[in-house]
């Protein structure tokens, strides 16, 4: 089970940081993905961390201004979301995928978080 925390509310140009914490299995043999929803949008993907290499990957929209990571414990996964816009308000997801490549495609992740609203005002 995931469970995703953090969102909220905040002014463009501000920061959050989201939480995806994992029971059940830890994200030492899974890698782990944050994808997001937008109002009227389909799902698009943000970030993912593979937990074989800890190699991350980021979507060109927020490359730059997002960081993916997971804790020492291996049981947190954060996105860390600096520079915010009103465009990337959205509901966000974490999930965890049982495979280290192509985790872009939403179809490789097998567990999904509930969600967490995000935001920005301009």
């Known amino acids: 089970q995931l469970q995703a925390s953090g969102g909220g509310l905040v002014q463009a140009g501000g920061s959050l940081r989201l939480s995806c914490a994992a029971s059940?299995?830890?994200?030492?043999?899974?890698?782990a993905g944050w994808f997001r929803q937008a109002p009227g949008k389909g799902r698009e993907f943000v970030a993912s961390?593979?937990?074989?290499?800890?190699?991350?990957r980021y979507a060109d929209s927020v490359k730059g201004r997002f960081t993916i990571s997971r804790d020492n414990a291996k049981v947190t996964v954060f996105l860390q979301m600096n520079t915010l816009k009103p465009e990337d308000t959205a509901v966000y997801y974490c999930a965890a995928s049982p495979f280290a490549n192509d985790l872009y495609d939403d179809y490789r992740y097998d567990y999904w978080g509930q969600g967490t609203l995000v935001t920005v005002s301009s």
């Open positions: 961390f593979s937990y074989r290499d800890r190699s991350t």
């Open positions: 059940g299995r830890t994200f030492s043999v899974y890698s």
